[in-house]
């Protein structure tokens, strides 16, 4: 008989539990809300075809998060390919949205804290994979260098360099952006 839709296996429910950190993750990863769904969904797939390893492993989310960067850097790959007929969506209509208005509430609807996700989505997408991937590991997700760079499969060493670069690189940006009138950021 065929489980039916409504039967959780723990594999699902795992997985389910690690989904909104994921999506979190996918988009800086992928850099549009698109890519990191298809990344996440490119991951479930490659996991549930061995759902023993994810529910044995000792650190769940650093597994999926692993096998996400996969996903992603295969993406980036096969669009690498790809011939643009047109140019992409940018975000930097995105910047500067919030023009002149000053904070004059603690809590203006989530508008800033979204400021802030795009603002990042751009940054990294700057990025490498690599670097963006040790860059959310170490600095947004709190794991050690060590621990990174089991996740991602590296020696220590190239985990260090990937994340030098990539903060050589995003202050570089930032410079560039403050520099050329700030780009909507406001620096006290």
Same mark, same amino acid.
């Given at each position: 008989?065929a489980p039916h839709a409504?039967?959780?296996?723990? #594999?699902?429910?795992l #997985?389910?539990?690690l989904?909104?950190?994921?999506y979190?993750?996918?988009?800086m990863l992928a850099?549009?809300p698109?890519?990191?769904?298809?990344?996440?969904?490119?991951?479930?797939?490659?996991?549930?075809?061995?759902?023993?390893?994810l *529910?044995?492993?000792?650190?769940?989310? +650093?597994?999926? #998060?692993?096998?996400m960067l996969?996903?992603?850097?295969?993406?980036?790959?096969?669009?690498k390919?790809?011939?643009?007929?047109?140019a992409?969506?940018? *975000?930097a209509?995105?910047?500067?949205?919030a023009g002149? *208005?000053a904070?004059?509430v603690?809590?203006d609807?989530? #508008?800033?804290?979204?400021?802030?996700?795009?603002?990042?989505?751009?940054?990294?997408?700057?990025?490498s994979?690599?670097?963006?991937?040790v860059?959310?590991?170490?600095?947004l997700?709190?794991?050690?260098?060590?621990q990174?760079?089991?996740?991602?499969r590296v020696?220590?060493?190239?985990?260090?360099?990937?994340?030098?670069?990539a903060?050589?690189a995003?202050?570089a940006?930032?410079?560039?952006s403050?520099?050329?009138?700030?780009?909507?950021?406001?620096r +006290?």
């Amino acid at each position: 008989m065929a489980p039916h839709a409504t039967d959780e296996s723990p #594999f699902d429910t795992l #997985f389910c539990g690690l989904l909104p950190r994921l999506y979190r993750r996918a988009v800086m990863l992928a850099g549009t809300p698109h890519a990191a769904e298809d990344a996440v969904h490119e991951t479930y797939l490659k996991l549930v075809a061995r759902p023993e390893k994810l *529910l044995g492993h000792p650190e769940p989310y +650093a597994y999926a #998060f692993r096998a996400m960067l996969s996903a992603v850097h295969d993406a980036r790959r096969k669009e690498k390919r790809h011939v643009l007929t047109d140019a992409p969506e940018s *975000l930097a209509g995105a910047e500067g949205a919030a023009g002149g *208005l000053a904070p004059a509430v603690a809590w203006d609807g989530g #508008f800033e804290r979204r400021q802030g996700e795009l603002e990042a989505m751009r940054l990294l997408g700057g990025l490498s994979a690599r670097q963006a991937a040790v860059v959310i590991l170490v600095d947004l997700d709190g794991y050690t260098l060590d621990q990174a760079a089991r996740i991602m499969r590296v020696h220590r060493g190239t985990a260090a360099r990937h994340r030098t670069r990539a903060l050589g690189a995003l202050r570089a940006e930032l410079t560039r952006s403050c520099a050329d009138g700030g780009g909507g950021h406001d620096r +006290a």
